[in-house]
Every structure is written in C-alpha cells, then in structure tokens.
C-alpha cells in the first residue's frame, strides 16, 4: 500500500491529516501506540533504500558502512538524552538493554569491589524492583536474582500516589534492608511505566540510589520522544530506551546508555568478538550478523519529526489530546481518569505524557480470561486496541496518543468497549 514520503511540501495539521504519512490500514483505529510504536512511512521507505544498499555489496555494507553509519545514529539520539554517543550503544529493545545491564550483575558486583553476591554476615545482597516493573522486565530480575545470587525487593506500589510519597516508600525499603544487616545493590526502575502508563520521578528515584551507593537501572521504554530527557542532570547508572515506541525509528531499535565508570562492566548479553578486546561499543557494535537497518533510520525519523515541527511541538501537542481524550473515554464510561497527587493531596495530570489510564466500567470480580476476550474480540472485529488491565483492585484501560490521532479515535474505542461490554450483560 502506498503511503505518503513527500517531505518537500508543508505538514498538514496534526490528526487524521497525518494518517497517510503512515502506512495504517483505513479501518485500523490506533489507539495503543505505546506498545509497539509505529513507523512513518518516510521512514520505512529510507529503511528500504539502506537494505537495497546492504544486499548490494553485503561485504561492502558489514566491512565499510555500518559501523560509520551507526556512529551516525547515535550522534543524532545523544542531544536528545543529554549525554555524549561514546556512552550510548544500540540494542534490539528495551527487553535487550535490561538483559544487558542485570545480567551483567557479577562483572557489576566487581566493578563495585565485591567479591560475591553475599555479604561478609551471610546474607545476601538486594536487587529492589518496584511492583509496577514491566512485565518482561519482573523476571531479568528474577532470574538474576536466581542464578547470581540476589535476594529481590519488591516495593509496592499503587497508584495514586504522590511522588513524595513513591521516593520515600523506596528510600524505607533501603534502609529496612540496612537495618536488617543487608544491602540494596542495584534498583530496577522506570521513566514512564508500562501499566499503569504513568511518568516516574526517576531523576529523584536515582539521587535516592547515588545517596545509599544503590546502582540505578532505569527502564525508559517509553520515554523518548514523550518526555524531555536530561540524563546529564538524572544521572542513571544505566537508562534504556526504546527508539521504535515514540520517536518513529523503524522498529527492533533501542538504545543503551552506560555511565562511563560501568562501561567495561556490562557485556551484551550474546557475546562475540568485542569480548576479546572490550570496549562498550565494540561489545554491542557487533553481536553476530544481523540487519541493522533500524537503527540506521535514526536520521530519517529525527528529519520526520523536525518536518512536522519538532520534539516539543510534538510533546505538548500528543499531551493536549491525551488529557482531553483520557477525560472523554472516562465521560463515555462514566469512570474517571487516573490522576496524579500532588504533596498537597490534590489530583492533577502530572502523570499523564503521551498516555493516560481510564477506569473501566467493569466489577472488579471480571475475570483476566473475559478482559482478554474483550480485548482480542474487539481487535478483530473493529481494529481498536488498548491496553487492558488490573490495578489496585479495579479495571483500566491505557489509551496512546500519536500525531495522527484526532479525539473521535477514542469516542470510538469507547463506545466500541461499551458496546462490547453491554453485547455480554444482554
Ligand atoms: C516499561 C517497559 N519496559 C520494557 C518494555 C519492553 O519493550 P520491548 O518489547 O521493545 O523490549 C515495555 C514494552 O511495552 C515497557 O512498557
């Protein structure tokens, strides 16, 4: 199906305008970006032009370009997280950078200056995640924490909460342990979680981690291209992110970032010639013949983005429409929107980037299996999807806003549900 890549001509207005630049079918209705991104078709397209350069000189293309192309990319994304692309590499995901970094757990205890896992009095050492970690992220932990040596932490968390109140849960949870003669060695943590799709105060999360010599692994899946990044002012020991969520690189494309003293600890987790003779980049550079291609369209979906005004222009305009639509789902079901707190206790879209959480109206008795149903049932009949799921006790819905998206995406997605829903209760 053709789509539009014509660069040349002005940006139409964002909504439903934009939907040709993309390669969405005319009956998808995309309200769940968060998941799986989506990529512009300009991008696809310039993706396409560098396999047809690979397969023309494959020795040409592994031996000459990729490497000075990869350099490339990586220059472009490292303003955009405030740090040099000497510490950036690339990995396939967001699930390959949290491998990289917790399974690289034993080099990190020695870089650390420990001999093991266990502690001089026995007991063994912390890995702290919180109960919202994402899913395929739970068990790197887990099975770190199993085969390394690791007792795991799990804070709990459940929202709202106020970001005073989700800091000094973790900072009580550290010196529990403390007091318990233990020691929290590295944190798993998150810029924007999964479900619920709320911002974290990471910045905060990773000062508490340098103050009780805690290493901070965050979890940025969804961060870039929705929130403006400063890791230069955060200072995470490690931070992943996603390219191919919400900045339009062709999808399988992440990127790593390692705070220089850690470099020559973590090793991706398949290991090839760069081992021989470490260098953080040469390690990820290389981890076996594979097509590379994703990362290398970093320059086109930065170009698409500046095309269509830019990061902020981007930024606040997918969160204007994200509030707004999050409000309407919430009217439809007569529920409500999953709102911030304030210190103060009062409510407000602090939370909300490019995602937002609406109750469903649904008992909280429903069972996973009829959410599941509901979920697959309305995908294919009418091509809406979202994310569906349980917290604190109740039903919720995850909605994405993308630059193609206008509100009566979400009216739809509504009433689809509603519909859905009131096809059972008949
Ligand atoms: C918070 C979080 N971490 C990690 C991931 C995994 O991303 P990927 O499947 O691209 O590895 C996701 C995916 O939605 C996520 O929401």
Redesign the pocket.
């Known amino acids: 199906m053709s789509a539009k890549t014509d660069l040349s001509v002005p940006a139409p207005a964002f909504g439903h305008a934009l939907r040709p630049y993309f390669h969405l079918a005319s009956e998808c209705i995309p309200t769940n970006n ?3 991104g989506t990529t512009p078709a300009y991008v696809l397209e310039q993706r396409i032009k560098l396999l047809h350069l690979m397969e023309e000189n494959p020795d040409r293309w592994f031996e000459l370009i990729v490497r000075k192309k990869l350099q490339e990319s990586l220059a472009q994304v490292a303003p955009l997280l405030n740090v040099s692309a000497a510490d950036l590499a690339f990995v ?7 491998n990289a970094v917790l399974r690289s757990a034993p080099t990190l205890l020695a870089a650390k200056g420990h001999s093991s896992s266990v502690l001089p009095n026995g007991r063994k050492r912390s890995l702290l995640r919180l109960s919202t ?2 899913g ?2 739970r068990p790197v932990v887990q099975y770190v924490a199993d085969t390394v040596g690791f007792n795991v932490i799990d804070v709990p968390v459940e929202y709202p909460i106020s970001d005073d109140d989700l800091v000094g849960r973790v900072e009580q949870a550290i010196l529990d342990e403390q007091r318990l003669g233990g020691s929290v060695f590295a944190a798993s943590l ?1 810029a ?4 619920p799709g709320v911002i974290v105060p990471f910045g905060r999360l990773c000062a508490l981690c340098r103050k009780y010599d805690v290493l901070s692994v965050v ?1 940025g ?2 961060a870039i291209g929705q929130i403006e990044l400063d890791l230069a002012a955060t200072e995470p020991d490690f931070f992943f992110t ?1 390219l ?2 919400w900045l339009y690189v062709a999808r399988g494309a ?1 990127v790593l970032y390692a705070r220089k003293e850690y470099q020559s600890f973590i090793h991706p987790t398949v290991i090839s010639f760069g081992y021989a003779n470490p260098s953080f980049r040469s390690e990820f550079d290389y981890t076996g013949t594979a097509d590379l291609t994703p990362y290398l369209t970093v320059p086109a979906a930065l170009e698409f983005r500046r095309w269509l005004g830019g990061e902020q222009v981007i930024r606040e305009r997918n969160h204007k429409l994200c509030v707004e639509a999050a409000h309407k789902v919430a009217e439809i079901f007569a529920t409500e929107v999953l709102l911030g707190l304030g210190s103060d206790g009062t409510a407000g879209t602090g939370l909300i980037a490019n995602m937002a959480n609406i109750a469903l109206p649904v008992p909280a008795g429903v069972s996973d299996e009829t959410m599941l149903t509901l979920r697959a049932d309305i995908l294919q009949s009418k091509q809406i999807a979202g994310q569906f799921y349980k917290h604190a006790g109740r039903w919720w819905i995850r909605i994405s806003v993308e630059v193609y998206n206008d509100l009566d995406d979400y009216v739809k997605l509504a009433e689809g549900i509603k519909e859905w829903l009131a096809s059972k209760s008949a």
């Open positions: 968060g998941s799986f396939n995901n967001a699930t390959s950078g949290a970690v994402y395929g992220v998150d924007i979680t999964s479900v979890d899946a969804h996603n191919h969520k992440a």
